[in-house]
């Protein structure tokens, strides 16, 4: 059974505080790892998508990483607007259903 | 571009009846899948519909129901509600069944059960 755990599940930064967010999962082959924004009240926004160890993407204040064992989202400078829940998951050999974390709910203090 | 839409944005139902879902995928994008996200959890899966068919089923019960239109377009039926399935109800959908092809969300279906 596939698995992805997140952490922090809550992290609070000032702005211009660069941090990163860790996504540890285990899957049996994996297909694609996945990061989604998700503001309150609203539906997961797709960000990236990362297919094998060693793989980096980036847009605009983050960068996401993928190893064979988890991967980080890192966030350069952020502003209040980052402010949202970052959800992790993955797909595998399953098929194409997303296995999701529990998310890490990010605050941006001005 | 049309992302995926749903309908009804909101809505409250009583414990025992039942409740119909609408979605409309991503233009392009020929499978559908159907998530619930409780409050403070991350998503999980329902099904997943590719050529009208339930292709994969997550660890949800029978009152749980779909169906996919020619045109792509899905539902989500909940029968018999009870108080645990208030949640929100995210369509998604990708362009074609195979694992690892990005997919995309819709704005969900808050439900309410009371």
């Known amino acids: 059974e596939d698995q992805v755990t997140q952490s922090p599940e809550a992290l609070r930064l000032q702005e211009g505080e660069s941090s990163s967010l860790n996504c540890s999962y285990t899957?049996?082959?994996?297909?694609?790892l996945f990061w989604y924004r998700q503001d309150p009240g609203k539906g997961p926004e797709f960000l990236f998508t990362?297919?094998?160890a060693g793989e980096e993407k980036e847009k605009e204040r983050l960068k996401a990483t993928l190893t064979k064992k988890e991967s980080f989202l890192h966030i350069t400078a952020p502003k209040p607007e980052d402010s949202a829940t970052y959800l992790c998951?993955?797909?595998?050999?399953?098929?194409?259903?997303?296995?999701f974390g529990g998310g890490t709910r990010l605050m941006v203090k001005p | 571009d049309a992302g995926v839409t749903q309908s009804p944005t909101h809505l409250i139902k009583t414990r025992g009846q039942q409740v119909t879902l609408r979605c409309s995928p991503k233009?392009?994008?020929?499978?559908v899948s159907w998530y619930q996200q409780a409050l403070g959890q991350g998503p999980q899966f329902i099904f997943q519909?590719?050529?009208?068919?339930?292709?994969q089923r997550g660890n949800f019960p029978d009152r749980f129901s779909g169906h996919q239109f020619p045109n792509y377009s899905s539902e989500l039926n909940v029968n018999a509600l009870l108080l645990g399935d208030s949640a929100l109800y995210l369509c998604?959908?990708?362009?074609?069944?195979?694992?690892?092809?990005?997919?995309?969300f819709g704005e969900g279906s808050w439900l309410t059960v009371v």
């Open positions: 998604a959908s990708s362009p074609g069944p195979t694992s690892g092809n990005t997919i995309y």
């Open positions: 899957v049996s082959g994996l297909r694609g």
């Open positions: 990362l297919y094998s």
């Open positions: 998951a993955v797909t595998s050999d399953a098929g194409n259903m997303l296995t």
């Open positions: 233009s392009g994008h020929d499978t």
């Open positions: 519909y590719y050529e009208e068919e339930e292709r």
